[in-house]
């Protein structure tokens, strides 16, 4: 795999570790642009999945790991069109990014997100397709779409419910709070917390660790205790995409973009 | 058990700290948005600075309409 440099995200390779690297302004916000740069590196991880051993996901940027879908270019764009065309838009999306983080997730090697900062709506859904989360003191997790009218869109839900007992997801669901990192921990969501700054370096070590073991073993081993939870992330976009045809998501996202609230990103 | 105005003062120098700046430009009832020129995302790292530092959970909704530091030390105090 050749380091790729792309203008979203970027990726390389180094001793059986794979690094991608998320790097657009303000927050890694995922939209089209990056939709395409994350299935670029979907085909060139499918090629080289079998000479490594881990992927780190991470961010290069201050603000966070990512803030989630990118609702401005979702809301300008669902205007600009006719609302069947819309709506037809929005599933191909989730269909395609569905087919990214499942990817990942069943990848036959260790995945790992390296988190600080805001880990936001699709930026936590992308964080639970690895198969750890390593947080630095200062992440904040969060699924904020209720107040948009929706339910998270990248396989949010049955993931964390795989992971995590249903009264957490509940409340993060349906409170739409954020929690800390060592929060995040406590519930079992989090397998590291560090210092800050600190994420990807302690992501690094535990690759290297990984790096240790018989890929074979360890492939098995994922496979046998991670389950892709295939029927509810389809009905999850099923059920998405019947709530994004409603007036009160077209509300939502107006407010959302139209706001001048200081804390636009809290629930 | 920590006083309210132990909890504001601590509130204060942890501002100070973050987002550098002088502790005795802030001012209790002043609109720290505007104090300290902060966007939504550097309020999520207040937010999760004083949880760490006072060991508590503050949701996210108890804090929507909170501007000033003495409102964000009664949330925070009551949760001690």
Known sequence: MSPSRGSVLSWSVSDGVIELALHREPCNELGSVSLEELERFATAFQLVQAEAHALIIHSELKAGFCAGADLRELYQRSQAIEKAEAARGVRDFLERIHRVLNLIDAAPLTTIAAVHGVTFGGGFELALACDLIIADKMARFCFPELRLGLIPGFGGIPRLKRDLGNAVVRDLLLTGRSLNAAKAQQVGLVSQVVGEGEALRAARAAAAQLGKFDRVTAAAAKKFIKPIPHEELRREIDLFCELFARPTVENGLRKFVESADAQPYLP | ?80
């Open chain 2, 1 to 80: 058990m920590k006083t309210a105005e132990e909890t504001l003062d601590e509130i204060l120098s942890l501002a100070a700290a973050h987002f550098k700046v002088p502790k005795e430009k802030l001012h209790p009832d002043e609109d720290f948005f505007k104090t300290l020129g902060i966007n939504s995302l550097q309020t999520l790292d207040l937010l999760t600075k004083l949880e760490n530092h006072f060991h508590v959970e503050l949701p996210d909704y108890e804090l929507q309409g909170v501007s000033d530091f003495r409102s964000l030390a009664e949330k925070v105090q009551v949760r001690l």
